[in-house]
């Protein structure tokens, strides 16, 4: 089974920064897309970030500027930086994994983590 975890979530104040981590294992194939989507209360889950293992980089309009996704040190990870955090990124944040080809973007036959919560008090 493909496992997908995410780390670093937490409290933090307007104007602060936190990152998050990615991790999957268990994959037989090789994963060519992750990236981040999150989930507002009352709100529909968006995209965050997407980083290729070519390097193809995609960022909601919201966040750009703002947050930074980055390979980790270990292959099939990701990082999400995140600064200058406003209260409407409050949000679960969810990792997603692709292995079926290099689409910017992920379904349910894709590989999701359980979320952590990220909560940005003004």
């Known amino acids: 089974q493909v496992q997908v975890v995410e780390s670093g979530g937490g409290l933090v104040q307007a104007g602060g920064s936190l990152g998050l981590s990615c991790v999957v294992s268990g994959n037989r194939f090789s994963i060519n897309v992750m990236g981040w989507y999150r989930q507002a209360p009352g709100k529909q889950r968006e995209l965050v970030a997407i980083?290729?293992?070519?390097?193809?980089?995609k960022y909601a309009d919201s966040v750009k500027g703002r947050f930074t996704i980055s390979g980790g040190s270990v292959k099939n990870t990701r990082n999400l930086q995140m600064t200058n955090l406003k209260p409407e990124d409050t949000a679960v944040y969810y990792c997603a994994a692709r292995d079926k080809d290099y689409r910017l973007g992920f379904d349910d036959d894709d590989y999701w983590g359980q979320g952590t919560q990220v909560t940005v008090s003004s």
């Open positions: 980083l290729t293992s070519g390097g193809t980089t």
